[in-house]
DNA sequence: CGCCGAGTTGAACTGAATCAAGAAACGTGG
DNA sequence: CCACGTTTCTTGATTCAGTTCAACTCGGCG
C-alpha cells in the first residue's frame, strides 16, 4: 500500500530519492473520514493539505448564504484549503467529505520541513501547484469562452464519473450555474 | 541595476545563494521590445517566460476574432505564454507589449537547469507558480461572485494606474464583460 | 407509509451581450 | 500645426442566456 502511494505520486506528479520516501512515509498521518464530515471550515486556520486515497470531497464556499463548490478531489488527487494554506490566513473554504474516504494530511510544516530538505521534494511541490493553477486557468477560459451547456459538457469529458460520485447541486454550482439550469441543460426540450 | 533586479526577486519572491545569483546573470537576457511588439503568437510553441523591467504586456487569446485579455504583467511580473511554456504545447496565447519594454527573458531550459542544480532556485519557481496560482483562483472567485461593476471596482483597487496604461477594451475583455458594458459601468446614467 | 432532500419543470425577469451609429482621441504625414 | 484616417470609446435600442421564484415529482429511509 505504501508502495503503491509512492509509485502513484511519482507517476502522476515527480518521483523522490528514497530518503525522502523514507521521511514522507515516518511523517505522514492516514485518517479515515465518514460522508458528511467537515475537515475544514469557513473562518478557520487551516496548514493541512489532503491527499485523496479512497473516496472524494470537495471545497466549497458559502456566500451569503449559497453554497459554490470550488474543486473536487478523487483518488490520488489533493484538496485544501488553499487560500489558508499558502497565504496563511483565514480560509474563506469549507472542505466536505463526499464520500466515505482515507486520507493522507500533510501539514504545511511538514511540507515546508521536507521541501527545505530534499530538492526533489521541494521538486515536488512544484509540479502539484503548477497542475492546480494549469486547472485554475483552464476553469477560467472554460467559464469565459463556453455556455453553461459546453461547460457541462466538457466537465462530462474529463470526469465522466462526477455525476454518479457528486450530487448535481455541487457540479451546477462548480459550473457557475444554478442547478436548475444544469436540470434543463441534461433534459431538453424538443425543438419546436 | 543586475543588484536592484535580484533585490526585487528575493524581495518578491525568494531570496537566491550567491552562486545561484551569479549563474543566473550570467545566463539571462535582457531585450528591449517596442509598443506593439507581438512577442508570441497563437500555434507557436514557446519556451520562454518574459521577466519586466520595465513597461507592459498582456497575454491574450484570439477566440473566433474575439480578442480576450488573459493576463496582464506590469513592472517586477511575470509574463508567459503559459500553456506552452508548462505543458510543452502549441500556445493559445498571443503575448503583445503593451509599451515600450526592457524584459527578462528566460527559457525552459534555463530555468529546468537553474531549478536542478539550485535548491533556492526551485523554490523560487515554486513561490512564482504559488503566486500565480493564488491570483487565477483569486480572479475564478471575481467572476463568479461578483458584478460587473465589482470586478471593474476590485480591478482599480489592486491597480488604480491600469486604466492609465491599458486600453479600455482590454480590461474590457479581461474582466469578461463587453468594452460597451465597462464604458456604462464608468459613465453611470443618472437614475430616473 | 410519510417525510425530506434532491431534482424537475414552468413563467417571469434581468444583467449583460449584441447590433448599430456616432463622438472623441490619437498619430502621422504633408 | 493642421487635416485626415484610424482606433478607441460612448450611447441607444433590442435581444438573450441564464436567474429567480414557485410549484411539483421522485426516491430513499426512519
Redesign the pocket.
Known sequence: MKEELLKIISQTYAPLSTACQQELLEQMKVSSYEKGTILVREGQYSDKSFFILQGCARAFYLNDGRDISDWFAFENEFVSAIVSFFTNQPSPHYIEVLEDAVVIELTRTLIDDLAGKYHDFEHLVRVVVTKTMLAQRERISSILFH???ERYQLLLAIRPDIVNRV???HIASYL?????????I??P?KRI
Chains 1, 2 share one sequence.
Open positions: 455556455t453553461a451547456e450530487p448535481l447541486m457557475g450555474i444554478t442547478l436548475e439550469t444544469l436540470s434543463r441534461r433534459h426540450k
